[in-house]
């Protein structure tokens, strides 16, 4: 099994920053994509931003230039770095990443963390 276990959450002001990381653990052979996704209370899950294994990096446009992501391949870790954050950053994130487990047959995997809240005051 694969597993994610995230922290950093919490409540901040506007205009404040926030890091958030995700480390993945378990039978993994390799991981291609990690990133982050939110779900703001009574919307749709949305991508945040991700990362690929050679630091390829894709950003929502309402979090461009507030928001970085980065990753170390060798300890199988993403981090999202949020500044200038907004009431409407408020959301639960949630880190995911997607790869190859190992073991006898080398299957791929998709995984989810359980999220962490992250709450910006006005």
């Known amino acids: 099994q694969v597993q994610l276990v995230e922290s950093g959450g919490g409540l901040v002001q506007a205009g404040g920053s926030l890091r958030l990381s995700c480390a993945a653990s378990?039978?993994?052979?390799?991981?291609?994509?990690m990133g982050w996704y939110r779900q703001a209370p009574g919307k749709q899950r949305e991508l945040v931003a991700t990362?690929?294994?050679?630091?390829?990096?894709n950003y929502a446009d309402s979090v461009k230039g507030r928001f970085t992501i980065s990753r170390d391949n060798a300890k199988n870790t993403v981090s999202l770095q949020m500044g200038s954050l907004l009431p409407e950053d408020t959301a639960v994130y949630y880190c995911?990443?997607?790869?190859?487990?190992?073991?006898?047959?080398?299957?791929?995997?998709?995984?989810w963390g359980q999220g962490t809240l992250v709450t910006v005051s006005s």
């Open positions: 378990g039978s993994i052979f390799s991981i291609n994509v």
């Open positions: 990362i690929t294994s050679g630091g390829s990096t």
């Open positions: 995911n990443c997607n790869g190859r487990k190992s073991g006898p047959m080398i299957r791929n995997f998709e995984v």
